[in-house]
Every structure is written in structure tokens, then in C-alpha cells.
């Protein structure tokens, strides 16, 4: 009864003259079929059988999820991970955070089946989006060339932007600064010229809450910080190369134009020490001139400090362009996640599994996925999916209401960008669009599946040379060394570590993932 007046009720919200019943049945398996799961996240450790989307998927599919989560009482994913090895029995779904690794070192050995014939047959929505999106069916495969799970896809492009205080710009005439010759002089007029007002030489021209956002500046002079949101990352060179961006010329000419401005006082002198709440504390006392940091979060400090700060001003302006004029945003939301959901060996209704997955790639999954159940979380106006506005005037977050129902989960799902915009700020909706209408992005490395055998490499050789890379950086920009001096010196010291192996591994990974 309860399932009729559901569906009665979904028809109903959606349209009238109802396109989704001519659309016909997305009812997986005639009668309700079960498929376990084990679904751990950061944020949540088990499977709500209870979710609202849950309920919904339901309806719509015929398929339930029941939870059999291993872990449930540590936020240690890999700590769950190895729970469920150990338990000996596999659910049918194994699903959540930072799976990648997990299914690509397991699923060779037959713990998880291979997707790719799958997909190809029963899935059409999850391969009209491989074949729309090149390159990331790849992204995620293992060393066999199979891919085992379906991700969690993000939507939207933009994550960090370059930000300055604009009031403070305003009040000594200046523009904002078009290239790095122009920010350094605006920093050093940051610094000297008392933009807020106290008569003390107080200015933090430049600051950042993650101190790798400062190795970022390197940029400026065509140097490399990372090659994917991860800091430290590798990258792949014009040469179609996987080189390591701690390695090349271009990061040495920076880290010493870096160094250079972190003796002139344009760098916050805590940089390395001030950690995560450098933002609001040197926001909120009238201190920092510039960031690089999340449009979301940041443009919200306008708002925030209205009240507080007379005219405070914090906006967004384009990357400045580098020593030869290119302007670069190095960051950007990663196309595709390593989490989401796998099909374990044990499953016994594959074919049911698989079309369960592709559910959540068709228009009503991901409406289902990004948005909650339709009428309860948002309704369809003039053909958008907009929140009520009981959701976006609430005192908890979006994201965190989403989750609350079963939305946004981690499993394998297409994300939406219009979820986010809708409660994106003004400021920073101007910010993105500023972005958005300048080629800024460069592409992401999107890592590498290893053999065993370069597994062993990178492990061997890998952790040690970032450690060192990491504390010479840190020295060099603190001035208790020299970059110019020590470069061949430190070159010769990664090789000896072992650098060009790591190197060897890593392309020969790539070679064999993206056909390189
Ligand atoms: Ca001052």
C-alpha cells in the first residue's frame, strides 16, 4: 500500500501530464530484491536504512540496501577496510570513502568484480558518461586494466581562488595587481603604507591557513606546486612526462623570488606555524592583505565582518600573470574521487547490482543522489530542482541536511553543481563567473595504479624523498638556506635517493594506464 501511494505521490509532484510514467518502469527486479552493503565515510560509519533517498530508491527500484558495515565504531577507514578483510565475508556492496586503493589492490586478486564488460552492457548512463568524459574511466583503473568501482564524480570547477583586500587597495589608489610584478608591488605597498589605519607597521601582506598555499606563489614564476588537489602531487610535463614539481628549474627560480619576499616581510613570518585559523584571525583583527583560499568560505567573510571591520572588502581577482605571462589557477576540484562503490566477489545478483548503480545516473537518481526526494527537500520549478526554502534559510549547512536524508553520500554518484550555487554567495557566484570567463585550469594529474613490483619502488624510495624535499623547501624560504646555492646539491641528493626510480615507476604506470 505504502509503495502506491509513494509512487501516486512522486507522480504527482513531478508534472502534471507526467513524463516520468512514459519514461516507464526503473523497477530493477520484480519483487524487492536486497543487497547488503558496507558504506564508511568521514562523516558517517554505516548505511541509514532509514534515509529518506534511501526510502525513495526504494520505490523507484525495487532494490533495498541493507547495511552491513565492518567498523562501525572507528572513523579510520582503512582501520574498516581491514575489519572486513578480516571478517572473511564480503556484502554485496562495499562502498564509502577512499575505496580506490582498497578495490584496485584487491580486485585483481578476485575480491571485486571488473566493471568494465558490466557497464558496457547493463549501464548505459554510467558509459554515455565515460564515453562524454575521457580519460577518468582510465583515471580509476587497476594495473589489470579493469576498473572496480564506481566514484563519487564532483561537479563544478573552481575550488580556490586568488583573494585581496580590495577596500585596502581603494584606500592607497591602487589597481589590483595584474601580474607578479605588480602583486609584489602592491604587497610591499600593503606592508608600507598603513592600509588599516592603526599607525603601526602591522600588515600581513600575504597568508595563507595551509602553508603549501605559499609554495603555490611559485606559479608566478611558471614553477609547479602540485599536479591535483592533493599538495605535493606529481604532474605530467609538456612532454607528456610524469615529472615530480619539486624537481624542475622553474620551482627553484620561484622558491627563490618566495624566499626573497619572505625576507622583504611580505609573507606572513608565521607562515609555517600559524596554521588553520590564520584566515579568521588575521581577517577579523584587520591584518591580512592577501589569500589563496575556497571562494565559498572566503567570500563569506564580508558578511561575517561587516559589522566589525569598517569597509573590509575581501574579493576574488584573477591569478596575477606569471614572469611569462601566463595567468594560472593550479587548483581545482578534482574531476573524480576515490571514493564511492564496488561490487564484491560474493554478490550473487551482479546484473541487478550494476543496473542498481546505473540508477543513479539517470536524471532521477541524480536529482535522488544530489537533492534529497523531491516535495521534502526541493521542488522542480521551471524545470530546475530548487530548494525549499526551509533548507536554505536553515541554521545548518546544506551539504550537512543532505547528508542527514542520504544525499551527497560518497557512494557512486554524479554531483550536481546546481546543489552548491544555490547557496553559493553572491561575492563568490561574481568570483566564479570572473574565473570561469578567463582560461585559468590546467589539467589534473589523476594518478597512477601500480604493479607490485612499482608498488615496492615507491614505497621504498617515495617517503623519504618527499620528507626531504619538503624540509629543504621550508628552509630555503625561511632563509637558513640558499636554493641558488644548494640546487645541484639537492638535485644530486634525489638521485641518490633514489628520485629517478620513483620517476621510472611512475611513468611506466602511466604509460600503461592512459596509454601515454
Ligand atoms: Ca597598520
Redesign the pocket.
Known amino acids: 500500500m505504502r509503495k502506491l501511494t509513494l509512487a501516486a505521490a512522486i507522480l504527482s509532484t513531478t508534472a502534471l501530464g507526467a513524463p516520468v510514467a512514459a519514461e516507464g518502469p526503473m523497477l530493477i527486479s520484480d519483487q524487492p530484491l536486497d543487497l547488503t552493503i558496507h558504506f564508511h565515510w568521514a562523516r558517517q560509519q554505516g548505511y541509514d536504512e532509514s534515509f529518506a533517498v534511501e526510502q525513495a530508491a526504494r520505490e523507484m527500484t525495487n532494490i533495498y540496501l541493507r547495511d552491513a558495515t565492518a567498523g562501525k565504531n572507528t572513523t579510520d577507514l582503512a582501520e574498516a577496510q581491514n575489519l572486513l578483510l578480516a571478517q572473511g565475508d564480503l556484502p554485496d556492496i562495499v562502498g564509502g570513502g577512499r575505496i580506490k586503493d582498497f578495490v584496485n589492490q584487491y580486485g585483481p586478486e578476485g575480491a571485486f568484480v571488473p566493471l568494465n564488460d558490466l557497464v558496457r552492457e547493463h549501464a548505459p548512463h554510467i558509459q554515455a558518461f565515460w564515453d562524454s568524459h575521457p580519460g577518468l574511466m582510465e583515471a580509476i583503473s587497476s594495473y589489470d586494466g579493469n576498473y572496480y568501482y564506481i566514484p563519487y564524480l564532483p561537479d563544478g570547477k573552481f575550488g580556490r581562488a586568488w583573494y585581496i583586500r580590495q577596500d585596502w587597495l581603494d584606500k592607497l589608489g591602487l589597481e589590483q595587481p595584474q601580474n607578479v610584478e605588480e602583486y609584489h608591488a602592491v604587497l610591499t605597498a600593503f606592508r608600507d603604507q598603513?592600509?588599516?589605519?592603526?599607525?603601526?607597521?602591522?600588515?600581513i601582506p600575504f597568508f595563507a591557513r595551509q602553508w603549501e598555499e605559499v609554495i603555490r606563489l611559485v606559479t608566478l614564476w611558471d614553477g609547479r606546486s602540485s599536479g591535483s588537489d592533493t599538495y605535493h602531487d606529481f604532474y605530467v610535463n609538456d612532454d607528456g612526462q610524469v615529472v615530480h614539481p619539486y624537481a624542475q628549474e622553474n620551482y627553484r627560480i620561484g622558491i627563490s623570488n618566495i624566499a626573497q619576499w619572505y625576507a622583504e616581510g611580505l609573507i606572513d613570518p608565521e607562515i609555517f606555524t600559524r596554521g588553520s585559523s590564520a584566515r579568521d584571525y588575521l581577517l577579523s583583527e584587520n591584518?591580512g592583505g592577501a589569500t589563496h583560499d575556497w571562494f565559498a568560505s572566503t567570500s563569506g567573510y564580508n558578511a561575517a565582518l561587516a559589522g566589525t571591520v569598517e569597509g573590509f572588502n575581501f574579493i576574488p581577482f584573477l591569478p596575477p600573470a606569471s614572469v611569462s605571462g601566463v595567468r594560472m589557477e593550479e587548483h581545482r576540484r578534482i574531476p573524480i574521487k576515490p571514493d564511492g562503490w564496488a561490487i564484491s566477489y560474493q554478490n550473487d545478483h551482479v546484473v541487478e547490482t550494476i543496473k542498481y548503480f546505473d540508477f543513479w545516473f539517470t536524471e532521477e537518481g541524480r536529482l535522488l543522489s544530489n537533492f534529497g526526494v523531491e516535495g521534502q527537500t526541493w521542488d522542480m520549478v521551471d524545470g530546475e530542482p530548487i530548494y525549499k526554502p526551509e533548507v536554505l534559510n536553515s541554521d545548518q549547512a546544506v551539504n550537512s541536511q543532505m547528508y542527514a536524508v542520504g544525499a551527497q553520500l560518497p557512494r557512486g554518484y554524479w554531483q550536481d553543481y546546481r546543489y552548491e550555487w544555490q547557496w553559493t554567495s553572491e561575492a563568490a557566484r561574481e568570483g566564479i563567473e570572473l574565473y570561469d570567463a578567463n582560461d585559468l585550469l590546467i589539467p589534473d594529474f589523476l594518478g597512477v595504479s601500480f604493479n607490485q613490483d612499482e608498488q615496492t619502488v615507491y614505497d621504498k624510495y617515495w617517503p623519504s624523498i618527499q620528507t626531504y624535499m619538503l624540509e629543504r623547501q621550508q628552509a630555503w624560504i625561511l632563509g637558513t638556506g640558499n636554493v641558488d646555492a644548494d640546487w645541484a646539491d639537492y638535485l644530486a641528493t634525489l638521485d641518490s635517493m633514489g628520485y629517478s626510480q620513483v620517476i621510472e615507476v611512475m611513468n611506466s604506470a602511466y604509460a600503461r594506464q592512459y596509454g601515454g
Do not use: Q
Open positions: 598603513d592600509p588599516n589605519g592603526n599607525g603601526l607597521k602591522d600588515e591584518l
